[in-house]
């Protein structure tokens, strides 16, 4: 078998691996990323793990074809419960869900103890990123790096965060736009708030003509934010 290629937004966490350490990837689906990280060297040990049967057994089928049993440890279970206590982890991929569910994950890994304190965290949200980042700030969990990547029409961001030892502190903005997205105002992000912008413009003029001054306030706020980031 040759070599895995990855999709552009898969392409893009690969670049936030703590290299030669184990990595786990939550909800891996075809386990297309553990042996990516693999065979380009980046790590010599990697852990699948699924809660759905049929990408469970996909990626044990892929994992045999690319003959690394020895190298991939494919796991069923639900989000970090495939992994055990005190494992050596460098990096946790938990990517292509949504910003809650992944909360979720970290949560309830956390009060099983069975996530590292070491462990790099990188998480590619599909949705509410904002409640994300907040959820980790809360936890004490520093944003050490984010990226922004277009893939197949769709935006995506990705939020790299470590324990720390002090509760982090963010503004408004940054939570929203991401603290690193932020400074780096990349065109992919001006491209995503932009339309995000237009989006809430349309729902600000459909509103005018209702009673719901409380959502029509929200999203006056909300179209103002953005356009002091984009402007």
């Not at 349309?202 to 179209?223: A, D, F, S, V």
Request: hydrophobic share 35%; charged share 25%; proline share 3%.
């Amino acid at each position: 078998m040759g070599k895995i290629n990855l999709s552009k937004r898969l392409q893009e966490v690969t670049n936030f691996t703590v290299e030669n350490k184990t990595i786990a990837d939550i909800g891996s689906d075809h386990a297309y990323l553990p042996i990516y990280l693999i065979q380009h060297g980046m790590t010599n040990s990697a852990i699948a793990g699924e809660v759905v049967e049929g990408p469970y057994k996909h990626a044990l089928e892929t994992v045999e074809q690319y003959n690394l049993e020895e190298a991939v440890d494919v796991r069923f279970g639900d989000g970090l419960n495939v992994l055990h206590p005190n494992e050596d982890i460098g990096t946790i991929f938990i990517c292509g869900m949504g910003g809650l569910l992944i909360s979720e994950i970290i949560a309830d890994g956390r009060g099983k103890d069975l996530l590292p304190k070491e462990a790099r965290l990188v998480l590619q949200p599909n949705n509410n990123e904002k409640n994300l980042r907040e959820y980790l700030i809360e936890n004490s969990y520093d944003i050490i790096q984010e990226s922004i990547v277009e893939d197949n029409r769709k935006i995506y961001e990705i939020i790299v965060a470590e324990l720390s030892d002090d509760k982090p502190s963010y503004s408004e903005d940054a939570l929203l736009f991401g603290p690193k997205l932020l400074e780096a105002k990349s065109p992919t992000f001006l491209d995503k708030w932009q339309k995000e912008l237009t989006k809430n413009k349309n729902i600000l003029n459909n509103l005018k003509n209702t009673e719901n001054n409380e959502k029509i306030e929200l999203l006056k706020n909300h179209i103002n934010q953005i356009e002091k980031v984009i402007s």
